[in-house]
């Protein structure tokens, strides 16, 4: 099958000419999230009552039918944090006591709450070599827990958060039921049951997306794993199915365009199929034709270094664990080259690779990861980067600006019209109004491949189009593009600046000669040559964020223009490398 999905992808790649149109799901469901936030509210109210205690009871399991291996590798440097007595997440730490659970919730921000009470460091435990002593650290800690978060909670019961805390015991389950101490391997049974049958009322709270995606996964593994579980084994496989249905496009991207979203995906059917084999249970179909999927787009978005363009809000290092995931899944699809769902397209040529975001930003709920870069694009040749985009900055970095800063449409190689953003980034981190329709041409030529993407992010305040031409020619020594400004209302970019943008690789030093083009000299000792018809470039200071947290000096490019407004704004430009 495997074979016939990469036969079917390259006849795609390689047809003479593609055309596509992609457009935004502009409608925010603002009145179907109110109307779901209103009625948690009042849900919430009922969960606080003490007689809510009783419908939480039931069955008590006596035993775990298994515990599946988790696909993804922790992070044993953190792990070993937790044996010197200090939580570590993102730059946040807090020493562990007995009074840890109580006083994280004043001192802690909510994102730390969050990932402690998810017991995702559960994975970091399960990586270290002492795993004896792991074992009393998690048993300890949960013991802790225990004694408060056993009883319900708005924050530690919401639906996502308390998903991802059952998914971690099953999968870590050696780490926090190998004890001889009956009774509190009893209170921990309990509480795994107590928490699903509470999940199985507000499932729903859950956001679009990935939220679904592991909410559906604790209730099915919750079903396999627990006796007497059909119920939740039924609930969770149907909405697992219809949520990867709507989540997971037809070319394998995710609805949110960020493939560390998809990855996580990926993770989660892994641990419902390894969970489903250790039960010696049928396994339904879907899963690995969903497995099978997935994997061309993961690796249609990866350099040849191993590294993830940024495009849709992942960042270069993907996700801790992307290639044990991937092997994982046991996916053998080549990676996609013409995503039409999704808008990414793909050409490699010799060792050269371009990886182009020809999309229009994700519907208006799920794009807080994601930035305003349509036509963004990021250039590679073999195990080195030539052109990249910024990356997504966490909050919580050294730079606490820079978050919001790296999502706009000038950190990315792009053209810029008037210093402002080909689409809004919003006061509540979405994005909003701007690009709404894409529409990509993809050519295969004599001696080279083109895609051209043209959107209307501009259109509505300028009254233009962006047009951008991208040409790798088969040698993959040559990259030639073309950005073009036209529209029916030209007169409206009278006077506008309009800003080209190369962002440059830390590993890419930049000199601009005698005659105005840019030299590139990477550290493998390339040269290439950046010259532009009609314009001058100039080399100025940029940042690279491979991680999240860790923002790094770099160069880019900039070609700035005014427009007349009388006659359409063509700059054509491009990327040579010179033979030494």
């Known amino acids: 099958m495997t074979a016939a999905i990469d036969k079917i992808a390259g006849f795609v790649s390689a047809a003479p000419l593609s055309r596509s149109t ?3 799901d502009k409608s925010r469901h603002l009145i179907l999230s109110a109307a779901k936030r209103a009625s948690r509210v009042l849900r919430e109210w009922g969960y606080s009552l003490k007689l809510y205690e009783f419908r939480l009871k039931g069955r008590h399991p006596l035993q775990l039918l298994g515990s599946p291996d988790d696909p993804a590798p922790g992070n044993a440097t953190l792990g070993s944090a937790i044996f010197g007595g200090d939580m570590l997440y993102e730059g946040e730490s807090h020493p562990l006591h007995e009074g840890f659970w109580r ?11 969050r990932y402690a009470h998810s017991f995702h460091w559960l994975q970091d435990l399960a990586h270290v070599g002492d795993q004896t002593k792991a074992r009393d650290a998690a048993e300890t800690i949960l013991g802790w827990w225990l004694e408060t978060g056993d009883i319900w ?26 004890s001889n101490d009956l009774v509190y391997r009893s209170k921990v049974l309990h509480a795994m049951a107590r928490q699903l049958r509470h999940l199985s009322r507000c499932h729903q709270d859950a956001y679009e997306g990935l939220p679904q995606v592991y909410v559906a996964t604790a209730l099915t593994l919750g079903g396999l794993l627990l006796p007497g579980g059909s119920a939740w084994l039924s609930k969770g496989l149907r909405l697992l199915e219809r949520t990867t249905k709507s ?13 560390a979203d998809v990855i996580r995906t990926m993770q989660m059917l892994v641990l419902v199929r390894n969970t489903y084999v250790e039960v010696n249970a049928d396994l339904p179909p879907w899963i690995q ?10 690796r249609a978005l990866r350099h040849g270094d191993g590294s993830f363009a940024h495009i849709g809000g992942v960042s270069a290092e993907g996700g801790h664990g992307t290639d044990a995931i991937l092997a994982a899944s046991e996916a053998k699809g080549k990676a996609i080259e013409n995503a039409i769902h999704t808008g990414v397209q793909r050409i490699a040529a010799n060792a050269s690779c371009l990886i182009v975001d020809a999309g229009t930003p994700p519907p208006y709920l799920l794009s807080g990861n994601a930035a305003a870069a349509t036509g963004a694009f990021e250039f590679s040749i073999g195990q080195e980067r030539l052109v990249v985009n910024m990356g997504p900055a966490s909050p919580r970095g050294p730079l606490p600006d820079l978050a919001q800063m790296a999502r706009t449409t000038a950190a990315n190689s792009t053209l810029v019209v008037g210093d402002t953003n080909s689409s809004r ?23 080279s491949v083109s895609v051209k993407v043209i959107h209307n992010g501009y259109e509505r305040r300028f009254g233009v189009l962006h047009e951008r031409v991208l040409e790798l020619e088969n040698t993959g020594s040559r990259l030639k593009g073309q950005d073009r400004l036209s529209g029916r ?6 006077g506008e600046t309009v800003t080209l943008r190369f962002h440059l690789h830390p590993g890419v030093q930049a000199f601009k000669a005698p005659d105005g083009r840019i030299s590139l000299e990477t550290r493998g000792g390339k040269t290439w040559i950046f010259d532009i018809e009609g314009a001058k470039a100039e080399v100025e200071d940029s940042l690279y964020l491979a991680q999240r947290d860790k923002p790094v000096a770099s160069k880019q490019i900039i070609v700035t223009s005014k427009a007349d407004g009388s006659s359409p704004l063509l700059l054509t430009w491009s990327f040579s490398e010179i033979s030494v």
């Open 22 to 24: 992609l457009r935004r």
């Open 103 to 113: 006083s994280i919730e004043n001192n802690a921000t909510p994102a730390f709450r």
């Open 153 to 178: 909670d708005r924050d530690v019961w919401r639906a996502v958060t308390l998903a991802r805390r059952f998914i971690n015991w099953c999968a870590h389950a050696p780490l926090i039921l190998s």
């Open 247 to 259: 989540f997971v496009l037809p070319d394998g991207g995710p609805m949110s365009r960020n493939a």
């Open 289 to 298: 034709v969903t497995l099978d999927r997935i994997a061309p787009f993961v």
């Open 425 to 447: 980034l919003t006061d509540d981190g979405n994005i909003g109004a701007g690009v709404s329709e894409t529409q990509t041409t993809r050519e295969t030529l004599d001696h």
């Open 489 to 494: 209302k030209l007169m409206k970019l009278t």
